[in-house]
């Protein structure tokens, strides 16, 4: 019991700093992109920018001279990239942690927090959270990769006027400033991961634990401390016995987790040490709270009682009740969460089936952009979906490549434009958009049309053609971009509405709506002159991708070819919509077996309590039950009152397992468990009282 203790402290002391330190690790990573960022700092932003990159330094070293400011340019995709272009009197050099910058004359070379051939100087960071190289502009265009596009910084260590700087920036883009100074893109890191989850819930069962133990070791020691009271030793002492060696083993340990970082690190965050010191005395404080239970225990026993061989222990009994119910509390949740994630992995292997029914598809699944990539879909650049169709015009150039994808417009949401002020269409009406190498593999009879956008209709729609003309215009509307939406109006849109004879039912493609589309309305795709809504679309990845390629080994090998051909380092990866769709199920099923796992130890959490609860009821009661059983009473009848309490326990959470739980297998599988810890208990109680009935009268500890 003692050496259980000792670990749980020990563990919760590591899990404690490693929190401590995930916080600051992902603050790190946030601090990292903001390097250089002061207080008269500002950033502005470029998308679709047409300057040569020559043009575009020489400008930014005319500002940089005239201003005395430093103009950063920040790449945060797999490493963060500071490009610029410094002025060395207003530089932050503190922020970077270097003293100078000495880069080599043809602008090379670069100030880094990992080993690199060209590194001129070290950048500190906490564990390296995130690699970071600092490099001129010069030198970052020289690689054409690099996109002008993106997050631009400029700062000072003194004030600046920031108000010309803009105006001189916004004269030579030729861009307004409101537009130059709205970000196109927000980037964060949270806080809460799954690791922080993973330790955290450590850090509860520990304690638990070490509530248990530390309540647990004096109803144990109970004839010892009767011994020590009657030496004459007072409860401070006692209790101190019992707390010390774990305040020395938090004492030890604080010192040694908070040196460790100054003998290992080479950056300590600020407030790192006093929030270790802040997290250590708080467990500290906690541990002290659960031993108030303790001295609490050891001022009911007292010489006089241990010489009588009578303890009252009413306190250790209910408190021993109360982690009970915690426990039983916890339980419960825990088969909230079995209930769930069972459920939801028999509908995703329903949903699985439904998939597999309609075809053994390839489609994107994983999509790792190259940096012109990376900056141009962070700006909102054109140019990223222009990357994504032309990847998709290659595809439907060498091999069947079809286009689905569908989603349910309400026109309720439209009731502010006048041709559906006083609509009478469904609010929820299903849409298939789909080109033409799709409908075609099933059959479907494609009509021929002239205009760009065509939108199909069942022919149980004709009776309101004018309603159908303005839902059809809607979906073209909607198939623009923001910009163009907004300074549109329905009737300026220009679309050819068809219908379609004969029953169709079309399966949705969507990860989202699992019910097959009857005659839905069908917006056709056109390949090669796709809308701005289909084209941004083509990044989706997973089962949200429109892209669906027939899965052979003949297509796979051209699907490899065509990739490796891309203009630059990004990758993409095809996968089987089987395959996707096995690792959603997979993922549930591991939900499952956490929260199982979970369930077992706080299962076996609860039965080491229900044998303490016997334990602690026997020194309180024990008289009065042997002499019920002198009397003949039975073992139900002599536990009637605490089985009474046992059975209300379990039948309470019983309907919200029911009702939450969403399925039968966590109520089943909690009767199992009342049932044990019910059946143990009784098992206890009576291995117990198979002792000497004459020891137990005589007044002996048990």
Avoid at 371 to 382: F, P
Avoid at 516 to 540: Q, Y
């Amino acid at each position: 019991m003692k050496r259980l203790n000792y670990f749980c402290m020990i563990l919760l002391l590591c899990c404690v700093s490693f929190i401590v330190v995930n916080l600051h690790y992902t603050k790190e990573i946030n601090r990292i992109r903001e390097l250089g960022t002061t207080d008269y700092s500002f950033q502005f932003y470029l998308r679709d920018s047409t300057v040569p990159s020559q043009d575009l330094l020489h400008f930014f070293e005319k500002i940089a001279d005239k201003y005395d400011v430093s103009i950063i340019k920040t790449d945060s995709n797999t490493e963060v990239i500071k490009a610029g272009v410094f002025s060395h009197e207003t530089f932050p050099y503190k922020d970077f942690g270097i003293q100078q910058l000495t880069f080599k004359e043809d602008g090379s070379g670069s100030y880094t927090n990992i080993q690199s051939p060209d590194k001129l100087g070290h950048i500190p960071t906490f564990l390296q959270a995130k690699t970071i190289r600092l490099i001129t502009l010069k030198n970052y265009f020289q690689d054409t990769s690099h996109t002008l596009n993106g997050q631009y910084t400029i700062t000072s260590t003194k004030s600046i006027n920031d108000t010309e700087i803009v105006q001189e920036l916004s004269h030579f883009f030729n861009i307004d400033s409101s537009t130059l100074l709205t970000p196109t893109f927000e980037t964060a890191v949270e806080l809460i991961n799954r690791d922080l989850l993973l330790v955290a819930l450590i850090c509860c069962i520990a304690f638990l634990l070490l509530s248990l133990t530390s309540v647990y070791q004096p109803i144990l020691d109970i004839k010892h401390i009767g011994v020590e009271k009657i030496l004459g030793y007072s409860n401070l002492e006692i209790f101190y016995r019992y707390v010390k060696q774990n305040i020395l083993i938090m004492g030890i340990g604080s010192i040694i987790l908070n040196s460790l970082p100054f003998l290992f690190f080479d950056y300590i965050p600020q407030g790192f040490s006093a929030m270790m010191l802040l997290a250590h005395f708080i467990l500290l404080q906690l541990y002290l709270l659960i031993n108030i239970l303790v001295i609490t225990i050891i001022q009911r026993i007292n010489a006089a009682s241990i010489i009588k061989g009578f303890v009252s222990f009413k306190t250790g009994f209910y408190i021993n009740n109360f982690f009970k119910c915690c426990l039983t509390l916890l339980i419960t949740i825990l088969m909230i969460g079995v209930g769930n994630s069972m459920y939801e992995e028999h509908q995703e292997l329903n949903y699985q089936e439904q998939w597999e029914k309609q075809g053994d598809f390839l489609t994107l699944e994983t999509v790792k952009s190259g940096n012109q990539l990376w900056q141009d879909s962070l700006s909102g650049s054109d140019k990223a979906h222009q990357y994504y169709y032309s990847l998709y015009k290659n595809l439907t150039e060498n091999l069947p490549t079809y286009y689905i994808r569908s989603s349910i417009i309400n026109p309720g949401n439209f009731s502010h434009l006048k041709e559906f002020e006083h609509s009478t269409l469904a609010n929820d009406i299903p849409v298939l958009y789909a080109n033409k190498s799709y409908l075609e593999s099933i059959g479907f009879p494609i009509p021929h049309t002239s205009k760009q956008l065509t939108v199909l209709f069942p022919a149980s729609m004709k009776e309101n053609e004018e309603s159908d003309e303005n839902l059809a215009k809607l979906i073209g509307l909607l198939s623009l971009k923001y910009e163009e939406q907004v300074i549109k109006t329905i009737n300026e849109v220009e679309v050819e509405c068809i219908y379609y004879e004969s029953d169709w039912t079309f399966f949705p493609y969507n990860e989202t709506l699992s019910n097959n589309f009857t005659n839905p309305i069908i917006s056709l795709v056109n390949d090669n002159d796709m809308s701005w809504e289909d084209k941004a679309h083509l990044s989706n990845t997973g089962l949200s991708s429109p892209i669906k390629i027939t899965n052979t080994p003949q297509n796979q090998q051209k699907i490899e070819q065509i990739l490796q051909k891309l203009p630059d380092d990004s990758y993409f990866k095809f996968s089987s919509i089987k395959s996707i769709q096995q690792g959603r199920v997979d993922s549930f099923r591991d939900a499952s077996r956490n929260f199982i796992t979970l369930f077992a130890i706080i299962c076996l959490l609860s039965i080491v309590v229900s044998y303490f609860i016997v334990r602690s009821m026997f020194l309180w009661r024990k008289s009065h039950i042997f002499t019920m059983k002198f009397l003949g009473w039975t073992l139900l009848d002599r536990y009637k009152p605490i089985l009474i309490g046992l059975a209300l326990l379990y039948l309470l959470p019983l309907p919200v397992i029911l009702i939450a739980g969403k399925s039968l297998f966590p109520l089943v599988l909690f009767l199992l468990f009342a049932i044990a810890d019910g059946g143990i208990f009784l098992f206890t109680s009576l291995s117990m009282e198979q002792k000497n009935l004459v020891q137990y009268l005589k007044g002996e500890n048990l």
